[in-house]
C-alpha cells in the first residue's frame, strides 16, 4: 500500500471526495469475488459449479468476522518485531469513533478498513481454483479461516503495515503483488502438493463448462480491478491514482494480446479462454509495479507477464501437479513477474522516487528489495499452507471420496445441481433416452 504522504504541518481534515471515492473502491473490490466466483465457475466441469461459486462466496462471510474481530488489528496494529501488529482499541472495532481518521490521511480509518477487509477476502478465494473438484466444503471453510490467520494477516503487516520488515525494506508492492497475488500462488501450490491429483488428471477431458461464464467473470475482475488498483493510493490528491488507474487497463490489454498471441503461433488459434486468462495474468502483474511505472513500462510489464504466464500453465502437466485453474500459473508467476520486473522499469517520477535498473539504478539496489520481498513471502506461505493443508487432511480430511468426486461434489457437498433439467419435458428426456441407446448400439459395433 501506497506510503504515507505528509502535505502540511497541521491535521488532515476528512476530505468527502477521497472518503467517497475508496468507498466506491471498496465495492469495486467487492464484487471481485463474485466475479472471480463466475470466472472460476465457468472454468470446471458442470458437476463442480456450484462447489466452485461456493469456495469463492464463503470467504465473503468468513474473512469478514474474522478481520473485524482481529486481522485489522494484526495487519495494520502498533508493529511488534516487524512481523505482526497489534491494537486492542481495534478488537471488533469497540474502539474505533467514526470520525477517526487512517493516519495522516485525510479519509475515516473505518474506510480504510472496508478496503482493506476486500482484499483479505479475495486472497484465500484466489487460491480455491487451484483446489477445483475435491474438497470438502467443511475443511476448505476451516482451512481459509486458519490461512487468513496465521498467513495473511502476518503477510499484510509485512508488506502494508508500518513496521513490517518489506514495507521498512522499500519493498514496492502498490496493491498486492507480493501479499495477494504471491501469497495465494504459493499457497496453491503448498496445497495441492499435499492433497493429490484430482481422479482422471492427465487422462479424462477436463474441459470449462461455460466460456461465456468464463468471460463474464474476467470482465468483472477487470472492472473490479480498478478500484483495487487505482484505490490503493487511498485518494486522488497527487495524480498517483490516475497513473495506476492507466497503467491497470493498458498492462491488462497488452498482456490479452501477448497470450493470444502466443497460443496463436503455440497451439494455432486464438481462444476465449486465452483471452480471459490474459487479461487476468496482466492485472495480476501489474498490481504491484502500476505506480512506479510509466505507461510504456506498463505495455511491457503486461506483455512480458502474457506470454510467460502462457508458457508456465502448462508446466504442470510437465511436473505432475494438479493445478485445476492454474493458480499457480497466473497468480504466482504473474505476481512474481510483476514484483520483479518493478526493479528494471521503475521511473522515478510515480509513487516514489526508486528507479530501476533501466532508469539508473546499475546498482540492482531496488531489484534486490524486490526479490527479497517476493521470496520472503513465497516461501513463508508455501511452508505453511502446506502445513495446514497436511494437518487438516490428517484430522479431518480435505478430499471428499472418490465415489463422490467421480460423480460429482456439486451434489455431494451442496446437495444442488448447477442446471435444472428436469423442466424441459419428455421431449428433452427421450432425446438423451436415444442419444444413450445410439451410443450403445456404435459401442457395440466397434467390439463385434
Known sequence: MAPAITLAAEAPKLSAANTGFMLICSALVMLMTPGLAFFYGGMVRVKSTLNM??????????????????GFSMAFGTDTGHIIG??????????????????????????????????AIITPALISGALADRVKFSAWALFIALWATIVYFPVAHWVWGEGGWAFDMGVIDFAGGTAVHINAGAAALGVILVIGKRVGFKRDPM??????????????????????????????DDGVGSLMFVNTQIATAAAMLAWLAYEKIRHGAFTTLGAASGAVAGLVAITPAGGSVTPMGAIAVGAIAGVLCAMAVGLKYKFGYDDSLDVVGVHLVGGVVGSILIGFFASGTGQSEATGVFYGDHRFDQLWK???????????????????????????????????????????????????????????????????????????????
Do not use: C
Request: charged share 15%; proline share 2%.
Open 370 to 448: 524486490q526479490l527479497a520481498g517476493v521470496g520472503g513471502v513465497l516461501v513463508y506461505s508455501l511452508i505453511v499452507s502446506a502445513l495446514l493443508a497436511f494437518i487438516l487432511d490428517k484430522t479431518i480430511g480435505m478430499r471428499v471420496p472418490e465415489d463422490d468426486e467421480i460423480a460429482g461434489i456439486d451434489q455431494s457437498e451442496h446437495a444442488e445441481t448447477a442446471y435444472d433439467f428436469s423442466g424441459a419435458g419428455g421431449g428433452a428426456a427421450k432425446t438423451a433416452a436415444v442419444a444413450a441407446a445410439v451410443a450403445g448400439a456404435e459401442s457395440k459395433k466397434v467390439d463385434a
Open 207 to 236: 474441459r470449462p463448462h461455460s466460456l461465456p461464464l468464463v468471460m463474464l467473470g474476467a470482465g468483472l475482475l477487470w472492472f473490479g480491478w480498478f478500484g483495487f488498483n487505482a484505490g490503493s493510493w487511498l485518494g486522488n
Open 86 to 119: 497489534w491494537n486492542s482499541d481495534w478488537l471488533g472495532l469497540t474502539g474505533v469513533d467514526k470520525g477517526e481518521l487512517w493516519g495522516s490521511y485525510n479519509i475515516p480509518l473505518l474506510a480504510f478498513m472496508v478496503f482493506q477487509l476486500m482484499f
Open 53 to 70: 461459486l461456493m469456495m469463492s462466496f464463503i470467504s465473503l462471510g468468513i474473512v469478514t468476522i474474522l478481520w473485524v474481530l482481529y
